[in-house]
Protein backbone atom coordinates (compact mmCIF):
# COMPACT_ATOMS: atom_id res chain seq x y z
CA UNK A 1 0.00 0.00 0.00
CA UNK A 2 0.92 3.58 -1.04
CA UNK A 3 0.97 6.48 0.70
CA UNK A 4 0.51 9.90 -0.99
CA UNK A 5 0.03 13.73 0.77
CA UNK A 6 -1.00 16.23 -0.85
CA UNK A 7 1.21 19.27 -1.63
CA UNK A 8 -0.46 21.68 0.23
CA UNK A 9 -1.84 20.51 3.66
CA UNK A 10 -1.84 21.52 7.35
CA UNK A 11 -1.30 24.41 8.80
CA UNK A 12 -0.89 27.25 6.24
CA UNK A 13 1.17 30.66 6.50
CA UNK A 14 -1.31 32.57 8.42
CA UNK A 15 -2.49 29.43 11.00
CA UNK A 16 1.58 28.86 11.42
CA UNK A 17 2.24 32.73 11.94
CA UNK A 18 -1.05 32.60 14.54
CA UNK A 19 0.25 29.81 16.46
CA UNK A 20 3.80 30.58 16.80
CA UNK A 21 2.29 34.50 18.05
CA UNK A 22 0.04 32.96 20.76
CA UNK A 23 2.44 30.32 22.13
CA UNK A 24 4.88 33.67 22.78
CA UNK A 25 2.49 34.59 24.72
CA UNK A 26 1.96 31.41 27.38
CA UNK A 27 5.66 32.79 28.73
CA UNK A 28 3.96 35.87 29.89
CA UNK A 29 3.17 36.57 33.57
CA UNK A 30 0.00 37.88 32.95
CA UNK A 31 -3.05 36.37 32.52
CA UNK A 32 -4.28 34.95 29.01
CA UNK A 33 -7.57 35.34 27.23
CA UNK A 34 -8.06 33.97 24.06
CA UNK A 35 -11.58 35.42 22.37
CA UNK A 36 -13.60 32.39 20.38
CA UNK A 37 -10.67 29.76 19.20
CA UNK A 38 -7.36 30.33 17.75
CA UNK A 39 -8.20 27.97 15.02
CA UNK A 40 -10.72 25.18 14.47
CA UNK A 41 -8.51 22.35 16.08
CA UNK A 42 -9.55 20.82 18.95
CA UNK A 43 -6.04 19.64 19.74
CA UNK A 44 -4.94 23.00 19.62
CA UNK A 45 -7.27 24.44 21.50
CA UNK A 46 -6.51 21.49 24.34
CA UNK A 47 -2.80 22.96 24.45
CA UNK A 48 -3.15 26.13 25.39
CA UNK A 49 -5.88 25.14 27.46
CA UNK A 50 -3.08 22.84 29.33
CA UNK A 51 -0.87 25.77 28.97
CA UNK A 52 -3.25 28.04 31.64
CA UNK A 53 -4.77 30.55 28.10
CA UNK A 54 -8.43 30.54 29.14
CA UNK A 55 -10.99 30.74 26.63
CA UNK A 56 -13.80 33.19 26.86
CA UNK A 57 -16.96 33.51 23.93
CA UNK A 58 -17.52 37.26 24.54
CA UNK A 59 -15.66 40.12 26.86
CA UNK A 60 -18.08 40.52 29.35
CA UNK A 61 -16.23 37.06 30.69
CA UNK A 62 -13.25 38.75 31.49
CA UNK A 63 -12.85 41.23 35.12
CA UNK A 64 -11.78 44.42 34.26
CA UNK A 65 -8.39 45.86 34.77
CA UNK A 66 -6.61 42.14 34.71
CA UNK A 67 -3.62 43.75 32.69
CA UNK A 68 -3.88 40.78 30.94
CA UNK A 69 -3.41 39.47 27.16
CA UNK A 70 -6.30 39.28 25.04
CA UNK A 71 -5.60 36.68 21.96
CA UNK A 72 -7.64 37.70 18.64
CA UNK A 73 -8.02 34.82 16.97
CA UNK A 74 -6.67 33.92 13.05
CA UNK A 75 -10.51 34.10 12.17
CA UNK A 76 -10.53 37.67 12.98
CA UNK A 77 -13.57 40.09 15.21
CA UNK A 78 -15.60 42.96 14.20
CA UNK A 79 -14.11 46.79 15.11
CA UNK A 80 -16.19 46.80 18.59
CA UNK A 81 -14.07 44.24 19.84
CA UNK A 82 -10.86 46.34 20.18
CA UNK A 83 -12.69 49.05 21.81
CA UNK A 84 -14.18 46.76 24.39
CA UNK A 85 -10.89 45.35 24.61
CA UNK A 86 -9.25 48.71 25.43
CA UNK A 87 -11.98 49.67 28.07
CA UNK A 88 -11.06 46.77 30.06
CA UNK A 89 -7.47 47.20 29.81
CA UNK A 90 -6.48 44.41 27.79
CA UNK A 91 -3.33 44.53 25.60
CA UNK A 92 -4.58 43.22 22.27
CA UNK A 93 -2.31 40.60 20.80
CA UNK A 94 -4.02 39.92 16.88
CA UNK A 95 -3.01 37.01 15.28
CA UNK A 96 -6.06 37.75 12.34
CA UNK A 97 -4.76 35.86 8.92
CA UNK A 98 -4.02 38.77 6.38
CA UNK A 99 -6.06 37.51 3.99
CA UNK A 100 -9.14 38.06 6.54
CA UNK A 101 -7.46 41.29 7.21
CA UNK A 102 -7.90 42.02 3.42
CA UNK A 103 -11.49 41.27 3.22
CA UNK A 104 -12.74 43.59 6.69
CA UNK A 105 -11.06 46.32 4.34
CA UNK A 106 -12.63 45.45 1.11
CA UNK A 107 -15.86 45.12 3.14
CA UNK A 108 -15.56 48.42 4.95
CA UNK A 109 -14.94 50.53 1.86
CA UNK A 110 -17.60 48.83 -0.09
CA UNK A 111 -20.36 49.87 2.72
CA UNK A 112 -18.74 53.41 3.08
CA UNK A 113 -19.56 53.50 -0.98
CA UNK A 114 -23.26 52.42 -0.22
CA UNK A 115 -23.35 49.15 -1.59
CA UNK A 116 -25.29 46.29 -0.30
CA UNK A 117 -22.14 44.21 0.94
CA UNK A 118 -23.04 40.35 0.19
CA UNK A 119 -20.40 38.02 1.85
CA UNK A 120 -20.43 34.05 0.40
CA UNK A 121 -20.17 32.37 3.27
CA UNK A 122 -21.24 29.87 6.53
CA UNK A 123 -23.48 32.19 8.66
CA UNK A 124 -22.03 30.85 11.87
CA UNK A 125 -18.79 31.17 10.95
CA UNK A 126 -16.48 33.54 13.33
CA UNK A 127 -14.61 34.91 10.35
CA UNK A 128 -17.87 35.61 8.76
CA UNK A 129 -19.21 37.65 12.10
CA UNK A 130 -16.42 39.50 12.10
CA UNK A 131 -16.99 40.92 8.15
CA UNK A 132 -20.24 41.50 9.19
CA UNK A 133 -19.46 43.58 11.36
CA UNK A 134 -16.79 45.12 9.37
CA UNK A 135 -19.91 46.46 7.52
CA UNK A 136 -21.42 48.15 10.50
CA UNK A 137 -23.31 44.91 10.87
CA UNK A 138 -25.39 45.94 7.42
CA UNK A 139 -24.13 42.80 5.57
CA UNK A 140 -26.24 39.99 3.78
CA UNK A 141 -24.78 36.20 4.35
CA UNK A 142 -25.08 34.03 1.56
CA UNK A 143 -24.42 30.13 1.88
CA UNK A 144 -26.08 29.44 -0.95
CA UNK A 145 -27.69 30.47 -3.99
CA UNK A 146 -31.59 29.68 -2.55
CA UNK A 147 -30.25 32.21 -0.14
CA UNK A 148 -30.33 35.01 -2.81
CA UNK A 149 -34.25 34.44 -2.40
CA UNK A 150 -34.20 35.71 0.97
CA UNK A 151 -32.89 39.51 0.17
CA UNK A 152 -34.58 39.49 -3.92
CA UNK A 153 -35.98 42.64 -2.48
CA UNK A 154 -32.90 44.58 -2.00
CA UNK A 155 -31.38 43.80 -5.21
CA UNK A 156 -33.94 45.55 -7.15
CA UNK A 157 -33.83 49.49 -8.70
CA UNK A 158 -30.58 51.12 -8.56
CA UNK A 159 -29.01 48.61 -5.78
CA UNK A 160 -25.48 48.46 -5.75
CA UNK A 161 -23.92 45.52 -4.85
CA UNK A 162 -20.38 44.63 -3.70
CA UNK A 163 -19.57 40.56 -3.11
CA UNK A 164 -16.66 38.66 -1.26
CA UNK A 165 -15.97 35.69 -0.36
CA UNK A 166 -15.67 34.00 3.37
CA UNK A 167 -11.59 33.33 2.56
CA UNK A 168 -12.11 29.53 2.93
CA UNK A 169 -14.80 28.85 0.46
CA UNK A 170 -14.13 26.82 -2.96
CA UNK A 171 -14.14 29.11 -5.78
CA UNK A 172 -16.34 27.06 -7.60
CA UNK A 173 -19.15 27.73 -5.66
CA UNK A 174 -18.25 31.14 -4.96
CA UNK A 175 -18.30 32.36 -8.85
CA UNK A 176 -21.82 30.25 -8.69
CA UNK A 177 -23.18 33.26 -6.81
CA UNK A 178 -21.47 36.00 -8.11
CA UNK A 179 -22.61 34.68 -11.74
CA UNK A 180 -26.74 34.32 -10.14
CA UNK A 181 -26.28 37.90 -8.69
CA UNK A 182 -24.91 39.92 -11.58
CA UNK A 183 -28.16 38.13 -13.24
CA UNK A 184 -30.43 40.23 -11.14
CA UNK A 185 -28.04 43.45 -10.28
CA UNK A 186 -26.34 45.71 -12.59
CA UNK A 187 -24.15 47.44 -10.62
CA UNK A 188 -21.94 45.09 -9.11
CA UNK A 189 -18.18 44.93 -8.12
CA UNK A 190 -16.47 41.42 -7.04
CA UNK A 191 -14.19 40.61 -5.37
CA UNK A 192 -12.35 37.34 -4.90
CA UNK A 193 -11.14 37.01 -1.29
CA UNK A 194 -10.53 33.37 -1.50
CA UNK A 195 -6.78 32.79 -0.03
CA UNK A 196 -4.28 31.75 -2.02
CA UNK A 197 -3.34 28.85 0.31
CA UNK A 198 -6.96 27.88 0.58
CA UNK A 199 -7.26 27.49 -3.16
CA UNK A 200 -4.03 25.68 -3.54
CA UNK A 201 -4.76 23.20 -1.40
CA UNK A 202 -7.98 22.49 -2.90
CA UNK A 203 -6.73 21.97 -6.35
CA UNK A 204 -3.98 19.53 -4.28
CA UNK A 205 -6.68 17.65 -2.85
CA UNK A 206 -8.56 17.49 -6.29
CA UNK A 207 -5.46 16.37 -8.01
CA UNK A 208 -4.02 13.70 -6.03
CA UNK A 209 -8.10 12.60 -4.72
CA UNK A 210 -7.74 11.64 -9.21
CA UNK A 211 -4.94 9.29 -8.97
CA UNK A 212 -5.99 7.29 -5.33
CA UNK A 213 -8.04 4.61 -4.28
CA UNK A 214 -9.17 6.11 -0.95
CA UNK A 215 -9.00 9.73 0.40
CA UNK A 216 -8.28 11.11 3.73
CA UNK A 217 -8.79 14.31 5.07
CA UNK A 218 -7.64 15.21 8.35
CA UNK A 219 -9.15 17.80 10.27
CA UNK A 220 -11.76 19.00 13.12
CA UNK A 221 -15.10 18.36 12.06
CA UNK A 222 -15.81 22.33 13.21
CA UNK A 223 -12.94 23.52 10.50
CA UNK A 224 -14.98 25.18 7.40
CA UNK A 225 -11.67 24.47 5.04
CA UNK A 226 -11.60 21.21 5.72
CA UNK A 227 -15.22 20.46 5.31
CA UNK A 228 -14.19 21.97 1.86
CA UNK A 229 -11.72 19.65 1.38
CA UNK A 230 -14.02 16.83 2.34
CA UNK A 231 -16.81 18.05 -0.62
CA UNK A 232 -13.79 18.25 -3.50
CA UNK A 233 -12.60 15.07 -2.67
CA UNK A 234 -15.90 13.24 -2.84
CA UNK A 235 -16.98 15.26 -5.89
CA UNK A 236 -14.06 13.60 -7.98
CA UNK A 237 -15.90 9.92 -7.10
CA UNK A 238 -12.46 8.78 -5.00
CA UNK A 239 -13.96 7.02 -1.79
CA UNK A 240 -13.11 9.86 0.78
CA UNK A 241 -13.37 9.98 4.66
CA UNK A 242 -12.63 12.50 6.99
CA UNK A 243 -11.10 12.07 10.78
CA UNK A 244 -10.17 14.12 13.15
CA UNK A 245 -6.99 12.06 14.60
CA UNK A 246 -5.37 8.25 14.18
CA UNK A 247 -8.59 7.21 16.41
CA UNK A 248 -11.22 7.29 13.75
CA UNK A 249 -9.01 5.46 10.95
CA UNK A 250 -11.32 2.92 10.14
CA UNK A 251 -9.33 -0.18 8.91
CA UNK A 252 -12.28 -1.19 6.48
CA UNK A 253 -11.57 1.28 4.42
CA UNK A 254 -8.21 0.25 3.45
CA UNK A 255 -9.47 -3.31 2.09
CA UNK A 256 -8.12 -3.86 -1.40
CA UNK A 257 -6.76 -0.11 -1.35
CA UNK A 258 -3.20 0.33 -3.18
CA UNK A 259 -2.99 3.63 -3.19
CA UNK A 260 -3.96 6.16 0.21
CA UNK A 261 -3.97 10.30 -0.59
CA UNK A 262 -3.97 12.23 2.42
CA UNK A 263 -4.66 15.92 2.56
CA UNK A 264 -5.48 18.22 5.87
CA UNK A 265 -7.07 21.34 6.99
CA UNK A 266 -5.24 24.51 7.31
CA UNK A 267 -5.64 24.15 11.03
CA UNK A 268 -4.26 20.75 11.56
CA UNK A 269 -0.88 20.27 13.21
CA UNK A 270 1.94 18.53 11.71
CA UNK A 271 1.62 15.61 14.38
CA UNK A 272 -1.66 14.79 13.96
CA UNK A 273 -0.73 13.75 9.99
CA UNK A 274 2.51 12.28 11.12
CA UNK A 275 0.38 10.15 13.67
CA UNK A 276 -1.91 9.13 10.85
CA UNK A 277 0.96 8.57 8.44
CA UNK A 278 2.99 6.47 10.38
CA UNK A 279 -0.33 3.80 11.15
CA UNK A 280 -0.96 4.08 7.64
CA UNK A 281 2.59 2.58 6.93
CA UNK A 282 2.30 0.04 9.68
CA UNK A 283 -0.50 -1.66 8.51
Not at 148 to 156: N, S
Not at 205 to 227: E, F, P, Q, Y
Not at 252 to 262: A, E, F, P, Q, V
Request: positive net charge; proline residues 2%; charged residues 30%.
Amino acid sequence: MEVLIAEHAGFCEGVKSAYRIALEQTEASRPVFMLGNLVHNTQVIEKFKNLRVKTVKSLSEIPKNTGGILLISAHGVSPEIYQEAEKLGLEIVDTTCSWVRKAQRITKELTEEGRLVIIVGDKGHPEVKGLVGWSGGKAKVVEDIKDIEEIKGELGGEAKVGILAQTTQAEEHFRKIVSELRKRVADVKDFNTICGSTSRRQQAAVKLAGKVDLMLVIGDKMSANTRRLTELCTKTGTETHQIQTVKELESSWLTDKKKIGITAGASTPDWIIKEVVENLKKI
